[in-house]
């Protein structure tokens, strides 16, 4: 019998979800988080439909966590852009807020929750799970790898080019009014920068930069976004005397964009998140897919289903949304076709809400729908 029936390595969405989705089944469980406090994290801030339905099944209500209406997509390449209604009532809220009352809430259901402790080894052997952290070591039946973009020593993904950006940002009274129900999508070489506003009427800005702009504009993150808005008058109209709420943004670097991970770590070792599969973030289904991995997971331990076979179904599911996302990554690369994506949604704005549908998560009432209720045994893990 080990120290707890599962442990969350990693307390963000995945991790959270994993955790309460365990605990209220009566499960003993551990998350450990590295920050000691909440942190500002490189993750999109939009939800899609499915995201709230999600969250909805785990007992939170984003409305009342103050999530601001988004109902339409502005798509923007230079001084080009066209705009077209969503197929689904979204929403804004940071993850600042959100992954504090997701993480809340496992720890409401039982979840015992360890912060400011940076897990420093994970060693599995298909019957038991060994987690090093503050110098102890704590044993479970199966663990949720749920580290996010920052990989674990000695379980690492393969790397990306991209370096992403993230900042929450104060705006001027015409910008937020500008940006009001709205996500904005802007391309410029060498990467794209997404905007929507949030809680307490504040926005979040995302942007991803390729290495050669890297490179070639160095690490000052001004300088990225007084490039960007040279390029295109709606980033600098938004940017124009808006207060930054923190003297930095947030950066990781090596982003495996369209990654999926296949190979198993062990039989009762879970990745979950962008530990699992990293989806390209102009999609804004990233949430969606941390949520329902760490659900998916939790349920799989239910089950007596192991690692293996939760990674396959999930990847399977999750298949078809990635082709699409591959194809259209692709026309970020190149001005020629993000100008005439640009023109196309102008003239038949129908067309965005079909890509934006064939992007989504599938499969989620399999996840949210009525099951029978299940007592946990530590013999599911055994």
């Not at 929450?168 to 391309?187: D, W, Y």
């Not at 923190?246 to 982003?255: D, E, H, N």
Request: charged letters at 20%.
């Amino acid at each position: 019998m080990g120290d707890y029936d599962a442990i969350a390595i990693g307390g963000g969405l995945a991790g959270s979800a994993f955790a309460l989705e365990l605990a209220r089944q009566g499960a003993r469980v551990a998350v450990i988080e590295r920050t000691p406090a909440p942190t500002l994290k490189v993750c999109g801030d939009f939800l899609s439909r499915e995201a709230q339905e999600l969250l909805a099944y785990l007992g939170l209500d984003t409305a009342a966590l103050g999530a601001a209406g988004i109902a339409t997509l502005r798509l923007v390449s230079g001084e080009r852009w066209a705009a077209a209604d969503l197929p689904f009532a979204a929403a804004g809220l940071s993850r600042l807020r959100l992954d504090e009352a997701l993480l809340r809430a496992a720890q409401t259901a039982g979840a015992e929750v360890m912060r400011g402790q940076a897990v420093t080894a994970l060693a599995a052997d298909g019957k038991m799970v060994r987690v090093r952290a503050g110098g102890k070591t704590f044993r479970s039946g199966c663990a949720a790898l749920a580290t996010g973009k920052h990989n674990l020593r000695g379980w690492p993904r393969d790397p990306g080019a991209m370096t992403a950006f993230k900042v929450q940002l104060s705006l001027t009274p015409h910008a937020a009014r500008a940006l009001g129900g709205i996500v904005q999508l802007a391309s410029y070489r060498g990467g794209y920068i997404g905007a929507c506003t949030v809680e307490d009427g504040s926005a979040t800005i995302c942007w991803l930069m390729d290495a050669c702009r890297m490179r070639e504009l160095g690490p000052d993150w001004r300088a990225h976004l007084a490039y960007i808005a040279r390029q295109s008058s709606a980033v600098g109209d938004l940017l124009l005397g808006a207060r930054f709420l923190s003297a930095r943004p947030a950066a990781v670097s090596g982003i495996p964009y369209g990654y999926r991970r296949r190979a198993t770590i062990a039989p009762n070792v879970f990745p979950v998140g962008d530990q699992i599969a990293v989806i390209p973030s102009f999609t804004g289904d990233g949430t969606s897919l941390a949520l329902s991995s760490g659900v998916a997971a939790a349920q799989a331990v239910l089950g007596g289903k192991p690692a293996g076979a939760f990674q396959r179904e999930f990847l399977a599911r999750t298949r078809a949304q990635f082709l699409w996302a591959r194809g259209l990554d692709a026309t970020f690369k190149s001005e020629l076709s993000r100008t005439f994506s640009v023109a196309a949604i102008a003239a038949l704005p129908s067309l965005a809400g079909l890509v934006a549908s064939r992007t989504r998560l599938k499969g989620i009432d399999e996840l949210t729908g009525p099951v029978p209720q299940r007592g946990y045994s530590s013999s599911t893990t055994k």
